[in-house]
């Protein structure tokens, strides 16, 4: 069983940064692509962004790709996105989810998930 716990997200101005934090744990976590996850509103989830504990290999949605940056902490099992030059088309419920499969690029690749975190991009 893994255990996701995200915080992190707020009310911003268009332009402005965010950086969201997802506490993992359970058994083997670190055998798992860890992955941010949004749903905008009225709207699909959405891949966002995903990284693998073991190799610290990324992927990005072309419309994060040089804005956004994932990242993970071993010792703290702790995954993060930072985010910058955020836009109002950023809004969403971001959710952090963990897969046993390496390549995981869609919302159907993922097992587990947190709860989510609201990030509303003000214009």
């Known amino acids: 069983q893994v255990q996701l716990v995200e915080s992190g997200g707020g009310l911003v101005q268009a332009g402005g940064s965010l950086r969201l934090s997802c506490a993992a744990s359970g058994r083997t976590i670190t055998g798992y692509t860890m992955g941010w996850i949004r749903q905008p509103p009225g709207k699909e989830r959405e891949f966002v962004a995903s990284?693998?504990?073991?190799?610290?290999?990324?992927n990005y949605a072309n419309s994060v790709k040089g804005r956004f940056t994932i990242s993970r902490d071993y010792p703290k099992t702790t995954v993060y996105l930072q985010m910058n030059s955020l836009e109002p088309e950023d809004t969403a419920v971001y959710y952090c989810?963990?897969?046993?499969?390496?390549?995981?690029?869609?919302?159907?690749?993922?097992?587990?998930w947190g709860q989510g975190t609201h990030v509303t991009v003000s214009s």
């Open positions: 989810a963990a897969a046993s499969s390496y390549w995981a690029l869609a919302p159907s690749s993922y097992d587990y």
């Open positions: 990284i693998t504990w073991s190799t610290d290999y990324t």
